[in-house]
């Protein structure tokens, strides 16, 4: 076996010890990169986990902006739909007045067509004439429109947005149609009140008026061996007779208490009338033919609002008619229908009716005479349908107007029961009284 020298030794064993360093310092090196390698992949693996949940995390982020996104849209176009669908008109603007939302209905109220981005002409100084320190209050605003003028309410609403900025909502009402009926309630109201007082009036009248149409036909019957004075009485029982119609027709119009129909005599009602309007008759010189007719016609009537119908046709009769011409009053019956009917005709021969009059005679209040309240035809016509009859009217300018009343003959059956007809000759007293309504 060889052996190294001692000398030889010696000088090797360095180089020994440095290449076993060597090798040392490289198997710590290299166990120090696969070291630094494995956490450096067990860092990636955690990077890609920490992405993935990353990405996961946003695209549930921007899956629940795009739903909320979508839902603010939708609710956007909701309330766009319904502040459109409103009544009320709605106007917006800016801190400068710049318009920035009108919906149909304040184009409507405003009578405005032009595009959303300018403002009416009307709304400039409209909008400044509104206070600018009072919110909720409501204004009124007259606009022209092609069919008369609209009042409009108008109420302010103030919004602040980003710094001293604000925006001003204005609410647009459509009030014309309650001023219109505000307007006619007062009328109606005053009317309601003068037709009270009318109606008071008439009913502290009727009863001295009725005392005094009494003793006034008591004074014919004593002075009628007095020729001299009778023409006087005619005319007092005229005058009393035509006021007792006013003061009936007011009563009539305005107080009406339900109709009592009793079976009547046709014949001798209208009869009676006759008779009671001979002094008017006389007072005006024209003639009064009373055409009676044969036989009773019975019917279901109340005898005192009747009455006041005849009287009523009668005396219209006689202010359209000059002294010296003649009404005639005829009653038949029509037979010849399948519901016969008695009929009652006031013929005279007045001026007649002009044909656009003709569709007013029966509005309460029309009159073409002085000093007439124009209640007359009214009170006729509301009585004959009372009656469950209809009245009709013919004339020719110059030559006369004929009223006719066609009343039923048959038994209503809300009025079923025991009744009398009324026969004898009343009295003066009864007769004057059945020109007056009953108190209620």
């Not at 120090?32 to 860092?43: D, N």
């Not at 009769?317 to 029509?334: D, H, L, Q």
Request: aromatic letters at 6%; one cysteine or more; hydrophobic letters at 40%.
């Amino acid at each position: 076996m060889h052996t190294l020298s001692v000398e030889r030794q010696e000088k090797l064993a360095p180089q020994a010890d440095s290449a076993r360093s060597a090798r040392m310092a490289l198997a710590a090196a290299f166990a120090s990169f696969t070291q630094t390698a494995g956490a450096l992949e067990t860092t990636y693996t955690n990077l890609q986990a920490e992405v993935g949940r990353l990405r996961h995390e946003l695209e549930n982020k921007n899956r629940s902006l795009a739903q909320s996104l979508e839902e603010n849209e939708r609710m956007r176009t909701y309330l766009a739909r319904i502040v459109e669908g409103l009544p009320c008109g709605v106007l917006v603007f800016d801190s400068e007045k710049s318009l920035r939302m009108m919906n149909p209905a304040a184009k409507r109220l405003l009578n405005w067509s032009g595009e959303d981005a300018a403002v009416p002409s009307l709304m400039s100084s409209l909008l400044a004439a509104l206070p600018k320190d009072i919110s909720g209050r409501e204004e009124e605003w007259v606009v022209d429109d092609p069919q008369g003028e609209r009042t409009v309410g108008v109420s302010r609403a103030t919004i602040h947005t980003k710094g001293s900025e604000h925006e001003s909502i204005l609410i647009l009402r459509d009030l014309t149609l309650a001023r219109q009926l505000e307007r006619e309630r007062e009328v109606s109201r005053r009317a309601q009140a003068l037709a009270e007082v009318a109606t008071l009036l008439a009913h502290e009248i009727r009863n001295p008026l009725g005392s005094l149409e009494l003793f006034a036909g008591l004074l014919a019957d004593a002075l009628s061996n007095q020729a001299e004075l009778q023409p006087w009485i005619g005319q007092v029982q005229a005058g009393l007779r035509s006021l007792a119609a006013t003061v009936n027709n007011v009563l009539h119009f305005h107080s009406q208490p339900s109709t009592q129909l009793l079976p009547v005599d046709l014949r001798r009602l209208v009869g009676d009338t006759v008779d009671f309007l001979r002094p008017l008759a006389r007072q005006r010189e024209v003639y009064l033919d009373w055409q009676a007719p044969a036989e009773s016609i019975e019917i279901f009537a109340d005898p005192s609002r009747l009455q006041q119908a005849f009287l009523n046709l009668a005396l219209n009769a006689f202010r359209a008619m000059k002294p010296g011409k003649a009404m005639t009053v005829s009653v038949w019956i029509n037979e010849h229908k399948i519901n016969p009917t008695a009929a009652v005709a006031f013929a005279d021969q007045g001026c007649g009716i002009c044909p656009q009059n003709l569709g007013k005679i029966f509005d309460p209040g029309f009159t073409t005479q002085a000093g007439s309240p124009g209640l007359g035809l009214a009170v006729a016509r509301k009585v004959v349908e009372q009656h469950g009859g209809t009245i009709r009217v013919e004339s020719r300018e110059g030559k006369g107007t004929t009223f006719t009343l066609q009343l039923p003959l048959s038994r209503p059956e809300s009025e079923i029961g025991n009744f009398k007809l009324e026969t004898g000759a009343p009295d003066r007293e009864s007769l004057v009284s059945s020109f007056q309504v009953e108190e209620r």
